[in-house]
């Protein structure tokens, strides 16, 4: 077990290399000299020679890679000329609004659409089934944009119950930060209780098949019990999975929710630094967020495998 | 969707193939996934003649008008005509409804275009991948740590690299698109490699390049079309994010995200220029992904078990 754990961690640094190794080719792929580039439009001659010696830009190739993840290592992602700050400080900044978006979102989607999908394999066929999986290609086709701006027009500006936009820090009084963080989250949940929604039917329908659900009803268990006891939790694996995968479409949901909500978080960040191609910051986003999603999966890999007698190695 | 346990039992003993493209064709979902997107081509090249003005003629008196609203054009001979904006116009006067209708070309031409691109690119990789075993675990591995970048980050740090404009705008959507495609293409070929007419046509000295094409390839068409419609689905979606995002193509040009993303500013005051391009948006990808859950169900019941 512990060698498994082990072999499985050490896995991912293959996969975060490879990412970094792109990352870094992406400012050399552009043409022109990557320092005047970082430095910007406005920048002088000296500036743009420091930033030359400092990436190692007259060394080798693979020279200047070492040298740039071993800054990265140390937390150093380089200076943001258009943001005038260091990226990780800007980065720091940036956290919160997008770190209680996402964990907002995450409880928020499990929350209904768990429920919603055993609903469904449990009424199978029936009009709460044909709702429920019709709400889930619905979730995957509407845009994240077009449900944030219908929820404000709808609950900000007719019925005034939510502020239309904005982002309020924890430290400045909790009642106010839940009631900005309502409709984002429920903009962003959409498409992630789609996803998880249909995942939790297909297995669960799976299992209801199986012979100790039989013998669980036989017995006269109580089918609420039958179901959230016998069946969801053989059928939770495939639904773990698929939560840790939906990672992806949420940090992609994120972006644009916050850039529709004006939030000042990590995805408004990565827009910000696109349009001003400030590419030490694109280069800083795209490896964390891509950390993090790579770190989820081998979380949710992990807890399960543990978890799971049945799982051997 | 359900498909009465009696029926499915008798057709399934039907011939495999052709049953099963005959079968799609008589399924609701693809029906009305196809009569949709029929539709939104024939509004897309029809736009000229369907009653639109210039899509990018700008008005300046005629700025933020509600739908509805009337507006008297003088011609060049000196005759007057009465144009109806019946989805208002934007900030800058434009008639929002030949905008949206103008819209629907760039959005299809980025849907189809990429699932086309990336099928193609991704089917190469994969037989390569799936069948040169000394190539696959280099390929394979570079593929994972694309696949560890979320979508639509690699797509924006992609098109930060080029010039906005449609090109760079499908190669951005194309290229986190790839490796998708080449694992089920890979996991194809893994499965059908060992498979008894293949080992004969090695037997028969059929060189690798025709083995692939001739015996190989055919196995991966189904999924590919199933999986090509759900590209071209999410295609449209990110073409959408990417203009309102304003990284996209050029805002002169009129896209759906684009059309959106200029009505912003004064959502509050005249939500038009957000919901009507948002409904052509979601009608379409709605219209793809109904085709495409149609196509898997009944061409490749498989993968309807593994999504």
Not at chain 2, 98 to 123: D, F, K, M, N
Not at chain 2, 160 to 185: D, K, Q
């Amino acid at each position: 077990m512990v060698g498994y754990i082990l072999r499985r961690i050490i896995s991912t640094v293959p996969v975060m290399l490879i990412v970094a190794v792109l990352v870094f080719l992406m400012l050399r792929l552009t043409p022109g000299d990557p320092a005047a580039i970082i430095a910007g439009d406005n920048a002088n001659a000296e500036q743009v020679a420091l930033i030359r010696d400092r990436l190692g830009l007259d060394k080798p190739i693979l020279t200047q890679f070492v040298i740039w993840s071993g800054n990265i290592l140390h937390g150093d992602f380089g200076e943001s000329f258009f943001f005038k700050k260091s990226v990780s400080e800007l980065i720091a900044s940036r956290l919160e609004p997008t770190l209680a978006l996402s964990v907002s979102t995450i409880i928020l989607a499990v929350l209904i659409a768990v429920p919603l999908g055993v609903l469904a394999a449990y009424r199978r066929g029936s009009p709460v089934d044909r709702i429920v999986m019709g709400f889930s290609v619905l979730g995957f086709s509407v845009p994240v944009f077009v449900i944030g701006y219908g929820l404000i027009y709808l609950f900000a500006i007719k019925l005034n119950w939510f502020p239309v936009q904005g982002y309020q820090r924890i430290a400045d009084g909790i009642p106010g930060f839940l009631q900005r963080l309502v409709l984002p989250s429920l903009t962003l949940s959409v498409i992630y209780v789609a996803l998880i929604a249909r995942m939790t039917r297909t297995s669960v329908l799976d299992v209801m098949g199986e012979d100790y659900i039989r013998t669980a009803r036989a017995k006269g268990q109580v089918e609420r019990v039958v179901l959230f006891r016998h069946a969801l939790r053989n059928a939770a694996v495939p639904i773990i999975t698929v939560i840790g995968l939906g990672v992806a479409l949420l940090i992609g949901g994120v972006v644009v929710t916050e850039s529709v909500f004006t939030i000042p978080g990590l995805g408004r960040l990565t827009v910000d630094a696109v349009l001003a191609r400030d590419y030490p910051t694109i280069q800083a986003v795209i490896l964390l967020f891509s950390l993090v999603y790579v770190l989820i999966n081998l979380g949710v890999d992990l807890v399960y495998r543990v978890f799971d007698p049945r799982i051997r190695y | 969707m359900s498909v009465e346990p009696a029926l499915l039992a008798v057709e399934t003993t039907a011939p495999a193939d052709v049953g099963a493209f005959a079968r799609a064709r008589r399924d609701a979902s693809v029906l009305i996934g196809a009569a949709v997107i029929v539709l939104m081509i024939v509004i897309g090249l029809g736009a000229p003649v369907l009653g639109t003005m210039s899509p990018s003629e700008i008005s300046p008196p005629f700025r933020n008008k509600l739908p509805g609203t009337e507006q008297t054009i003088r011609r060049d001979d000196g005759s007057t005509a009465t144009y109806t904006h019946w989805m208002g116009t934007d900030s800058l006067g434009r008639d929002v409804y030949s905008r949206v209708l103008y819209g629907a070309r760039i959005s299809l031409l980025v849907g189809i275009a990429v699932a086309a691109i990336s099928i193609g690119v991704g089917l190469a990789i994969g037989l390569v991948a799936g069948y040169l075993r000394w190539l696959d675990g280099l390929i394979m591995r570079f593929m994972d740590g694309l696949m560890a970048i979320p979508a639509i980050l690699l797509a924006l740090a992609l098109v930060s690299l080029f010039h906005a404009g449609l090109t760079s705008v499908i190669v951005a959507i194309v290229v986190p698109e790839i490796p998708r495609v080449v694992r089920l293409v890979r996991s194809i070929v893994l499965s059908v490699r060992e498979e008894p007419y293949v080992e004969a046509a090695v037997m028969a000295g059929t060189r690798t390049p025709l083995l692939l094409v001739r015996h190989v390839m055919p196995n991966t068409v189904a999924p590919l079309i199933v999986q090509g419609t759900f590209i071209c689905a999410s295609a449209i979606l990110v073409e959408a994010i990417l203009s309102f995002l304003g990284v996209g193509i050029p805002p002169e040009t009129p896209t759906w995200g684009n059309i959106m993303a200029e009505g912003r500013g004064l959502f509050r005051v005249y939500p038009h220029n957000i919901f009507f391009p948002g409904i052509f948006l979601a009608l379409t990808v709605l219209a793809v992904n109904m085709l495409g859950d149609g196509l898997r169900d009944q061409l490749d019941p498989k993968l309807a078990k593994r999504v």
